[in-house]
């Protein structure tokens, strides 16, 4: 059975042809986008726990036991280049560290207290506590400084080529603003314009299929009209011709009226001759 649609009512694929479809070089463009700034983001808040928000016993920023470090001399060459990331685990037990073991520790260098990370050498029992001796692996010699169990910030994990010298970048305002703030900036005003883009659509939309409703109604409007309008004819012609019937009736009724009397007239004369 066919079905009919009232004027009122938009077909639905009217109404999804009414839908703009998003370019596809706009939606890949967009995915880009979105996969960039997201890594951006995730920086971001990977830097920001970092520096800012978790620290361990130790003094070391670490995210559920793991700390993050930038190779920045060639001492531990080639086990560790120059800007490698390190990724150590915090070391709860520091008698369960072996020799070879790389670690990273507090020492001094140059009367400047910094972390640094090498192999351990030996180990040495302090009684109540360990001493380690370090070396590093292009170093000739150990490190004159030895480690106190308490300076030893974790055990080494594994390590990224390469993504150290990032790390360090974004560590600074610069680096900061630029591969973090910057992006998200524009990843915020791009979903706004995305936003309003959509919005504006969906008025657009809207205004379309309001527009067809309304004309949906004066179309019906103007039909009512005409199909009054030749319902007051109809009833007009079929007054005229009711009309006229009665006179033509009454017309032949007099003429036959006339022609009676007529008869009668000439019959009677007929008889008075007689």
Known sequence: MKKENHPNEIN??????????????????????????????????????VSFVSTSGSGVPSIFGVQMFSIQTDSMYPILLPGDLVF?????????????DIITYWTVINGERVLNTHKIHEIYDGGDYLIFSTIGENNP??????????????????????????????????????????????????????????????????NRIKYEQERGRTEDMIAASQALQQADALKAREAMEAELREKLKAEILADMAKQNEQDSQTTADTEEQA
């Open 12 to 49: 639905q694929d009217e109404e999804v042809q009414v839908m703009p479809k998003e370019p596809k070089g706009r939606k890949i463009a967009s995915t880009i986008i979105n996969v960039i700034l997201v890594i951006a983001i995730v920086l971001a808040a990977i830097c920001t726990y």
């Open 88 to 100: 150590d685990r915090a070391v709860e037990d520091p008698s369960t560290l072996q020799k070879g």
């Open 141 to 206: 010699t150990v490190d004159s400084l030895t480690v106190h169990e308490s300076e030893v910030v974790g055990k080494y994990w594994f390590r990224i080529g390469g993504v150290g010298k990032v790390f360090d970048y974004l560590q600074t305002s610069t680096g900061f603003l630029l591969l973090v703030v910057i992006p998200v900036f524009i990843f915020f005003l791009f979903h706004l314009i995305q936003f309003f883009r959509v919005l504006f659509e969906y008025q657009n939309v809207k």
